[in-house]
Every structure is written in C-alpha cells, then in structure tokens.
C-alpha cells in the first residue's frame, strides 16, 4: 500500500461476447489481502471468504472483487469508463487503508447466498436473454461470483422491483 494500478483488461461477459457491457480486470501493484478485512467492515452486504481469500461487494451499478493483485468490475461501457471507475476504487481503497486504524477489521465469512434462494427471485421463464440456457444456469453463474443480476433484462422491468432489491441485498 498505497495501491497504485498496474494494468487493466477489458472482457466481455463470456456467456455474451458481443455484449455492448463490459467487464474489466484490474491488475495492482499491491497484495489486496490485508485491506479486505476493512472492506468487509465498511460495505454493506460485502461477502468475504476468508479462507480464499476475496472480498465482493457491489455499489450503484458496479459490482467489485477484490483477489490477490485484482480488481474485477462490471458493468461498464467502455475503456474509459473502466479507467475513472477503476481509478475510483483505488482510491477508495488507499483513503480506506490510511484510515484503517479507525476501523475495526471484520473477518466474519459471509459466503454468496445459496443457488435456490437466488432462483426463486429470478423470473424462472427460461428467455435466455441473459445468454444462459436457463435461470437455473444463471443462478450459478451469479453463485460463482460471475456477472450480476443486471444481466437478465425481464429482472429490471416494472414489477419485478421487490425481487430485484433482494437480489441487490445478497451483493448480487
Ligand atoms: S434473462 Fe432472466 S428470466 Fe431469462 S433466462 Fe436469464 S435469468 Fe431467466
């Protein structure tokens, strides 16, 4: 620390490769392990394995991981786009670890909630707008920490808001 960038990849989902949405990887001249327990502390519904360990957690439109050297984030246009919000989140981080000792630490493992409890939530109509066969292959994605729930396009219509939220409140 401080964490400085060293690198950035852009992907597009793999389910999608022509996806107008991309992802990006951010590769960081720092080890992230130490600063994880602090974002497990700070935001809320982040869900940290310790044992891995990784810490994700998702705000506005972006979902985040923190693993090893990388930075993952979703959800974005461009790689300009990708350069601000990267940037954002280091810096986050670094005014994070500089006042890491007014922060209690949290090393309690809230692991991604369970397959069927994500599934229930989806529309279960099988459209495959999401690029996956069905919501049950979704599901899994979602469990292994890929993509996020603004990959089904029904889930962000009009009346699918209360699911919506809950999903959101898992750090989906
Ligand atoms: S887009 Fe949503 S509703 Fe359609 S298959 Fe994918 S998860 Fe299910």
């Not at 992802?23 to 497990?40: C, H, K």
């Not at 099988?126 to 690029?131: A, E, T």
Request: proline fraction near 9%; glycine fraction near 6%.
């Amino acid at each position: 620390m401080p964490i400085k960038v060293s690198e950035l990849e852009m992907f597009s989902p793999p389910c999608d490769p022509g996806s107008p949405v991309w992802g990006a990887r951010v590769t960081t001249d720092a080890d992230l392990e130490p600063i994880m327990p602090y974002v497990n502390a700070v935001k809320k519904n982040a869900l940290y394995d310790g044992r891995i360990p990784t810490v994700v957690w998702r705000e506005g439109p972006h979902k985040y991981a923190l693993r090893g050297r990388v930075i993952t984030i979703n959800n974005l246009k461009d790689r300009k786009h990708a350069e601000r919000v990267a940037q954002r989140v280091v810096d986050e981080l670094n005014e994070l670890w500089e006042r890491r000792e007014e922060i209690e630490p949290d090393h309690t493992t809230r692991l991604p909630p369970k397959l069927l409890d994500i599934l229930k939530l989806l529309p279960r109509t099988n459209c495959r707008k999401c690029g996956q066969a069905s919501c049950m292959a979704f599901a899994a994605r979602l469990v292994e920490g890929e993509g996020g729930v603004e990959d089904c396009p029904p889930l962000l219509e009009k009346g699918n808001e209360v699911a919506l939220a809950k999903l959101r409140e898992m750090g989906l």
